[in-house]
């Protein structure tokens, strides 16, 4: 079976411009979520979706990030305008349940640069 | 306080050792508890759950202790591929999973 998918793998951008990260999540999962990675703050929970709707976004850092999850097999996280500080690895998750605690199945990441 | 906190590590063993991390978690109702492995530039992977009683998965035991409200996990004969950041994982109810910060394994072959 696929696992998460998300794209793009590698994205590098210039400061202003909008930025579009991608996720499919692995089919029949219920709960989708959106995590940032950095050395400085490891990985922060964005937010996150159950049954498409979202649940929690008080993760979201700033008013330049929003996510939508239009339907159960996709999910976009965007950043606009993009600043340098966005740099960061980009994980989206999806797990089976509604409820929480359940295992975790991770996407490859997308590893944005903002120059 | 860190609601969940770990050692950053880095800890530098060699192959055929026995390596013990301890994670911390501040909210004493916390339900579920995991550690995940990462390798190097990959994304995080479930390595297994911890339960009340304590569980084992091959050269892996995980521990739990609600009163100390910490969690464990030790590898014995480590290999260099056991190379990687562990991270401890605790859900506190509803929807909230907290992932700590990960600890650095380096097991020299």
């Known amino acids: 079976d696929a696992g998460v998918i998300q794209s793009p793998r590698h994205e590098v951008t210039e400061m202003g411009q909008e930025v579009t990260l991608r996720c499919k999540p692995i089919s029949g999962h219920n709960s989708l979520f959106w995590y940032r990675q950095t050395m400085m703050r490891g990985l922060e929970l964005l937010i996150y979706f159950n049954n498409n709707v979202p649940i929690d976004d008080s993760g979201m850092p700033e008013d330049r990030f929003s996510a939508k999850m239009p339907n159960a097999s996709f999910s976009t996280l965007k950043i606009q305008p993009s600043e340098p500080r966005d740099s960061a690895v980009y994980f989206c998750?999806?797990?089976?349940?509604?409820?929480?605690?359940?295992?975790?199945?991770f996407g490859p990441g997308t590893r944005l640069t903002v120059l | 306080r860190k609601e969940v906190e770990q050692d950053p590590g880095p800890f530098n063993v060699p192959e055929g050792a026995t390596v013990a991390f301890n994670c911390t978690y501040s909210n004493s109702a916390s339900q579920s508890f995991f550690w995940y492995r990462q390798d190097c530039r990959k994304e995080p992977k479930l390595l297994m759950s911890?339960?009340?009683s304590g569980n084992e998965d091959g050269r892996f035991t995980a521990q739990l202790n609600r009163a100390s409200q910490y969690i464990s996990l030790l590898i014995s004969d480590s290999k260099d591929s056991d190379s990687a950041t562990y991270l401890c994982v605790v859900h506190t109810g509803g929807f909230k999973t907290i992932f700590g910060a990960g600890t650095r394994l380096f097991v020299k072959a």
């Open positions: 998750a999806s797990s089976p349940r509604l409820a929480g605690g359940d295992t975790q199945y």
């Open positions: 911890v339960y009340s």
